[in-house]
């Protein structure tokens, strides 16, 4: 005859695995932001890649200095993607440890915690590339000298 988990069981297990969750909740909204700046840079690099060849001197130097940095930009992006993924994978990791331990009655308390500051870890780390991301896109949004004198 099968065994039958409590209700209860399952009830504490969810409640247990909220956190994760909500953090899985959070990366998504962060991989939606960084998914629509890579875009956003993507057609920027686009536009200025079919102006580079018909331009010349000064103009044409400043393309290809902004194409650079957009360059820059994909590749921190990409990192700041990679970065929240895995922290996402981790936290699923994470909520499928919690509710084997329980159901098995595996003692595997401290696996799940260092999972899940792995999670938060790599999450630190994704934070951390968006913001070097905005720091270097901020050098091509200033309005140059010359224009303003």
């Known amino acids: 005859m099968p065994v039958f988990l409590q209700v209860s069981t399952i009830a504490q297990?969810?409640?247990?695995?909220l956190a994760p969750v909500f953090m899985l909740a959070a990366i998504g909204q962060i991989l939606n932001v960084l998914a629509?700046?890579?875009a956003r840079v993507i057609d920027r690099a686009r536009a200025l890649e079919e102006?580079?060849?018909?331009?010349e001197g000064a103009e044409r130097q400043r393309h290809v200095w902004e194409l650079k940095l957009l360059d820059e930009r994909m590749s921190i992006i990409?990192?700041?993607?990679?970065?929240?993924?895995?922290?996402?994978?981790m936290a699923c990791i994470v909520i499928a440890l919690l509710f084997i331990a329980n159901i098995a009655k595996f003692?595997?308390?401290?696996?799940i915690a260092l999972v899940f500051i792995v999670a938060?870890?790599?999450?630190i780390c994704c934070l951390t590339?968006?913001?070097?991301?905005?720091?270097?896109?901020l050098r091509a949004i200033h309005v140059r000298?010359?224009?303003l004198s």
């Open 107 to 111: 003692h595997i308390g401290t696996w």
């Open 145 to 147: 000298k010359e224009i």
């Open 120 to 123: 938060v870890s790599l999450l």
């Open 78 to 89: 990409n990192a700041a993607l990679f970065l929240a993924v895995s922290s996402a994978v």
């Open 129 to 137: 590339a968006f913001m070097w991301e905005v720091r270097v896109s």
């Open 36 to 38: 629509g700046r890579l």
């Open 13 to 17: 297990t969810i409640q247990l695995s």
């Open 51 to 55: 102006r580079v060849p018909d331009a």
